[in-house]
T-cell receptor, first 114, second 111 residues
Framework: DTGVSQNPRHKITKRGQNVTFRCDPI?????LYWYRQTLGQGPEFLTY????????KSRLLSDRFSAERPKGSFSTLEIQRTEQGDSAMYLC????????????FGPGTRLTVL | QQPVQSPQAVILREGEDAVINCSSS?????VHWYRQKHGEAPVFLMI?????EQKGHEKISASFNEKKQQSSLYLTASQLSYSGTYFC????????????FGGGTRLMVKP
């Protein structure tokens, strides 16, 4: 097991198009998190799952964003009708629910909206 | 609410020490420290829980003052590989919640 993987690594799209990203967590991890990071800033929380249940979603998250984690394994993040302000690095992290809850990040998907 | 990190940037010579601070206005369950190099994902360094438990990198130490809701990351005898941006992520309530990250501290270690 080599850690959290994300696909694609880069995505360039035109404004108004829909995009979908995939995250495969570390296999035994039951928690999965999505964050967004813009240049020079720390990661910003978007949403997270425990197994297949979406437990929390950021109030800042537009209804154009949706995420799911069918069967509690991989997760997808979809952005509909993309805007230039959506351009960012989308990071996925996973953890094994415990008192420590160390979150391990994937390499991210860099989205550029033209 | 986003934790505040200080300093925003620091330049060191190889072998020098540095301290990075992270302060929160909210009561915390834990503080997580990450290092991120340009174009790469954040890499987990250390986690400190309220109550004093901690877990992380052997060569890096940190502290968590629960009374002040402040954490400090200590980088001693810095190496070139320590260069990068350091983020603290704070967790409130109990384990398993999302992290709220600070704005980062950019560290550059020169030969």
């Amino acid at each position: 097991d080599t850690g959290v993987s994300q696909n694609p690594r880069h995505k360039i799209t035109k404004r108004g198009q829909n995009v979908t990203f995939r995250c495969d967590p570390i296999s035994e991890h039951n928690r999965l998190y999505w964050y967004r990071q813009t240049l020079g800033q720390g990661p910003e929380f978007l949403t997270y799952f425990q197994n297949e249940a979406q437990l929390e979603k950021s109030r800042l998250l537009s209804d154009r964003f949706s995420a799911e984690r069918p069967k509690g394994s991989f997760s997808t993040l979809e952005i509909q009708r993309t805007e230039q302000g959506d351009s960012a690095m989308y990071l996925c992290a996973s953890s094994l629910m415990s008192s420590y809850n160390e979150q391990f990040f994937g390499p991210g998907t860099r989205l550029t909206v033209l | 609410q986003q934790p505040v990190q200080s300093p925003q940037a620091v330049i060191l010579r190889e072998g020098e020490d540095a301290v990075i601070n992270c302060s929160s206005s909210k009561a915390l369950y834990s503080v997580h420290w990450y290092r991120q190099k340009h174009g790469e994902a954040p890499v987990f360094l250390m986690i400190l829980l309220k109550g004093g438990e901690q877990k992380g990198h052997e060569k890096i130490s940190a502290s968590f003052n629960e009374k002040k809701q402040q954490s400090s990351l200590y980088l001693t005898a810095s190496q070139l590989s320590y260069s990068g941006t350091y983020f603290c992520g704070t967790e409130m309530g109990n384990a398993g919640n999302m992290l709220t990250f600070g704005g980062g501290t950019r560290l550059m270690v020169k030969p």
